[in-house]
């Protein structure tokens, strides 16, 4: 079945550098990818989304980069501040039932900033 | 806009006990969602409601029933709880069209023993 899991489960970067998250997915067939972020005690919140014909998508301060060769996602975060830190999750989207997603989300990481 | 609501914020139930979480939005949206996180884990789609009055299971609904009577509310029902039911339970909404994105509630945090 499809599943979907992280490289680290835990990522500290100093204050004011780039942060990189990562990604692996394995159902070829998911149409788009999603980046939420999740503080202590609260739902998650959307970040980014990328559709799978696509390679980069830039926001604010974010960026993702799909790799579909390999079948990697990642989430860069340029010049982290101290309210970046929380779980970061990505999830693909493993069907489209009556236009409602069926997400399937990674495992998180926990990104630290550290001042 | 209050976003998604839900309550309680946390219950500890005994085995075999039943209870109700409720969840209600109020941006209009379609598409409802509840999900299950355990500890350290992602989540986990457990029901799904593409509009009042049509429901459908996700990846984990044994356990769970759901009904959506109007657009706002999306109730998620646990009938014999188990300890294996201890999570955090997350709503979610999503708007028909023009947008992936998925606003979610606080969560209920749920313990079973």
């Known amino acids: 079945g499809e599943s979907v899991g992280l490289h680290l489960p835990t990522l500290s970067v100093q204050e004011g550098d780039n942060s990189i998250i990562n990604c692996a997915y394995s159902?070829?067939?998911?149409?788009?990818f999603i980046w939420y972020k999740q503080e202590s005690g609260k739902g998650p919140q959307f970040i980014i989304d990328?559709?799978?014909?696509?390679d980069k998508r830039q926001g604010q301060r974010v960026t993702v980069l799909l790799n579909k060769t390999v079948k990697h996602l990642s989430l860069q975060i340029a010049a982290t501040q101290p309210g970046d830190s929380a779980v970061y999750f990505c999830?693909?989207?493993?069907?489209?039932?009556?236009?409602?997603?069926?997400?399937?989300f990674g495992q998180g990481t926990r990104l630290t900033i550290n001042p | 806009n209050a976003g998604v609501t839900q309550t309680p914020k946390f219950r500890i139930l005994k085995i075999g006990q039943s209870m109700t979480l409720q969840c209600t939005q109020d941006?209009?949206?379609?598409?409802m969602y509840w999900y299950r996180q355990d500890p350290g884990m992602g989540l986990k789609l457990i029901y799904y409601?593409?509009?009042?009055?049509?429901?459908d299971k996700g990846e984990v609904p044994n356990g769970y029933n759901v009904s959506r009577s109007t657009t706002e509310d999306f109730p998620l029902r646990l009938e014999l709880a188990a300890p294996s039911q201890t999570s955090v339970y997350f709503c979610?909404?999503?708007?028909?069209?023009?947008?992936?994105?998925?606003?979610f509630g606080p969560g209920t945090r749920l313990t079973v023993l």
């Open positions: 409601s593409v509009g009042a009055g049509i429901t």
């Open positions: 990328i559709r799978s014909n696509m």
């Open positions: 979610a909404s999503r708007r028909t069209s023009g947008s992936n994105e998925q606003f």
């Open positions: 159902n070829s067939a998911s149409d788009y």
């Open positions: 941006m209009n949206h379609n598409y």
């Open positions: 999830a693909e989207n493993s069907g489209i039932i009556q236009g409602a997603q069926k997400l399937v």
